[in-house]
Antibody, heavy 118, light 108 residues
Framework: QVQLVESGGGVVQPGRSLRLSCAASGFTFSSYAMHWVRQAPGKGLECVAVISYDGSKKYYADSAKGRFNISRDNSKNTVYLQMNSLRVEDTAVYYC???????????WGQGTQVTVSS | EIVMTQSPATLSVSPGERATLSCRASQSVSSNLAWYQQKPGQAPRLLIYGASTRATGIPARFSGSGFGTEFTLTISSLQSEDFALYYCQQYNNWPLYSFGQGTKLEIK
């Protein structure tokens, strides 16, 4: 079945870096745009970054511009989120999601917790 | 940026009754709207896309309606497993998608 599995989260000090991975299976990964969406504790959902099916287009939320980089390896069915210069306010559960059809997300991964704290 | 506003923030309804959740967009998103359900400790699950099309496996008691800036998610007869958080999402302008702040559906 279609599945997304995130990894790479953890506890990190402000200013440090972390790389998240999302391994996909059960579908033709190279045909779909992929998103990273985060959810801060007790808060709603925020789209952080998106990458087109072939990696040629990348977009970021203002909160991520200049610090985060999204990439993908279609040979490994994996999308990545490199997060640099992390801030306390980046603390959240990070989900990867497959963009299905014209913009809705299905499915989502189970999420990986990122905690930025000194 | 399109701002999505959901109301109410919390909705208290008894099992078996109908629940109506609202979502408003700051500008027209046509029918490019989805609804998701999220339970504690779980990822969001797609319920509705295209404002009114149920996703695969979603029970018929869930229905969506609306166009432009006003949207509604209706759950016709609440089951115990329906008490959760619900989010709307607009996808009118790739890639700048945005979510509402959520409605918590709780047992009355």
């Amino acid at each position: 079945q279609v599945q997304l599995v995130e990894s790479g989260g953890g506890v990190v000090q402000p200013g440090r870096s972390l790389r998240l991975s999302c391994a996909a299976s059960g579908f033709t990964f190279s045909s779909y745009a992929m998103h990273w969406v985060r959810q801060a504790p007790g808060k709603g959902l925020e789209c952080v970054a998106v990458i087109s099916y072939d990696g040629s287009k990348k977009y970021y939320a203002d909160s991520a511009k200049g610090r985060f980089n999204i990439s993908r390896d279609n040979s490994k069915n994996t999308v990545y989120l490199q997060m640099n210069s992390l801030r306390v306010e980046d603390t959240a559960v990070y989900y990867c999601a497959k963009e299905l059809g014209y913009g809705w997300f299905d499915p989502w991964g189970q999420g990986t917790q990122v905690t930025v704290s000194s | 940026e399109i701002v999505m506003t959901q109301s109410p923030a919390t909705l208290s309804v008894s099992p078996g009754e109908r629940a109506t959740l609202s979502c408003r967009a700051s500008q027209s998103v046509s029918s490019n709207l989805a609804w998701y359900q999220q339970k504690p400790g779980q990822a969001p699950r797609l319920l509705i896309y295209g404002a009114s099309t149920r996703a695969t496996g979603i029970p018929a008691r869930f229905s969506g309606s609306g166009f432009g800036t006003e949207f509604t998610l209706t759950i016709s007869s609440l089951q115990s497993e329906d008490f959760a958080l619900y989010y709307c999402q607009q996808y009118n302008n790739w890639p700048l998608y945005s979510f509402g702040q959520g409605t918590k559906l709780e047992i009355k």
